[in-house]
């Protein structure tokens, strides 16, 4: 029986630390030439380059002494630093090439965050310089009204609406470690707060509309306009948010065979579904394309005065506050639309998770549950009633 013949291993030596100043002399595996190789020094966020050089000679002592005094001289040595770019300069690079691809709602807050952060943090501070006392005070003086957003009245706010504000820096900060900043390196070598935590609520107002209350806003619905009447009742039987209600167009709903289509453009997580309509949903759709004489991709709710428009989010937040208003909805509870939502979610708590997420919307099944399906006394005294006894042996 015959071996093959072993290839006979070539001669390298290696010097220096790994990722910074390591080099290698190694003999090719062909023509037993000489080399050297190392990786160039480059500005923060470039990709490493090798560089190899042939030496003219097979001497493998003086190979090694190469290597070495390389790896001095690449030890000693600085790669180019990342330039030290502040906060104003930083917030115009990403208003110019980020907020632009934003909807509507989302580029009113970059603008909003920008100026205020500013305002609080000083235009020429650096961005590397930020930290946890920078991100502490935020805090403090946003919860206390002192900062807040240009014309916007003096008034103390939420942990939700602060973290919404400090996850806005925290994006950009992220944004600035991968943009270039045109000389090959990036803006940010590292986002200088990633890590600290935002401020949550203890035990955050989530507010669920009741059966008595939803009643009570549909008796006075028609009277403010028969656009919110359908909105209210699409609202609660179908558990979406006012958001995507708005943007739909008669080409979305299938009367027919009782569907709608919820497109992905106009929902907020970017979910395209089709859900099922019950039989009153049905009826206050049929009854206002009566009304309205619409068909096609002519909007649902249209906007007073310009049927080529949607009605604004603006507009349906006053319908419901006349609306509460006349059917005397508790105040101070923050009963709006997402309180339909809560609603829709709660009552609807023993349908399976993969259902429900599916027809209200949601995504991800640990939404549901920390924010939208709350407790209450009837179900759990079902679920005490039904409560199956076990025994030992299995006799029960």
């Not at 001289?73 to 630093?81: D, G, N």
């Not at 820096?169 to 470690?177: D, I, S």
Request: hydrophobic content about 35%.
């Amino acid at each position: 029986m015959t071996h093959a013949k072993k290839k006979s291993q070539r001669w390298s030596y290696s010097v220096g630390e790994r990722g910074r100043n390591r080099v290698r002399a190694f003999e090719h595996a062909v023509t037993g030439r000489l080399f050297v190789e190392h990786y160039k020094p480059t500005r923060s966020g470039e990709r490493p380059k090798v560089c190899r050089v042939a030496l003219r000679h097979r001497d493998q002592e003086r190979a090694k002494e190469t290597a070495e005094r390389l790896a001095a001289e690449l030890r000693s040595a600085t790669p180019p630093a990342t330039a030290h770019v502040s906060l104003a300069v930083l917030f115009d690079n990403y208003l110019r090439e980020r907020t632009p691809e934003k909807g509507d709602g989302k580029r009113r807050h970059d603008r909003r965050c920008a100026e205020m952060f500013l305002r609080g943090f000083g235009g020429p501070t650096e961005a590397r310089t930020l930290s946890r006392r920078e991100w502490d005070r935020f805090i403090r003086e946003r919860r206390g009204g002192a900062l807040r957003p240009a014309k916007a009245k003096k008034r103390a706010v939420g942990d939700r609406i602060i973290g919404y504000d400090l996850q806005w820096l925290r994006a950009v900060l992220n944004w600035a470690t991968m943009a270039s900043d045109g000389t090959g390196a990036v803006l940010l070598e590292r986002n200088p707060l990633k890590g600290l935590p935002l401020p949550r609520e203890a035990s955050p107002k989530r507010p669920m509309l009741d059966a008595g209350n939803y009643q009570g806003l549909l008796a006075h619905s028609v009277s403010i306009s028969p656009l919110f009447a359908l909105a209210l009742v699409l609202a609660h039987e179908t558990g979406h948010r006012v958001g995507a209600i708005r943007l739909l167009r008669w080409s979305d709903v299938d009367l027919e065979h009782k569907r709608i289509r919820w497109r992905a453009a106009n929902d907020k997580i970017g979910f395209e579904h089709v859900t099922p309509l019950i039989d009153a949903a049905v009826a206050a759709l049929e009854q206002e394309r009566t009304r309205q004489h619409a068909i096609g991709d002519a909007w649902i709710f249209p906007a007073p005065g310009d049927s080529s428009q949607p009605c604004s989010r603006h507009l349906m937040r006053d319908w419901w506050e006349r609306a509460a208003e006349k059917a005397k909805l508790p105040t101070g509870q923050r009963l709006g639309w997402h309180s339909l939502r809560r609603q829709f979610a709660t009552e609807l708590k023993t349908t399976p998770l993969k259902d429900l997420c599916y027809m209200g919307g949601w995504k991800d099944a640990q939404t549901i549950l920390n924010c939208y399906m709350q407790q209450d006394e009837e179900t759990m005294r079902t679920a005490l009633e039904q409560r199956k006894r076990v025994h030992v042996g299995g006799s029960r």
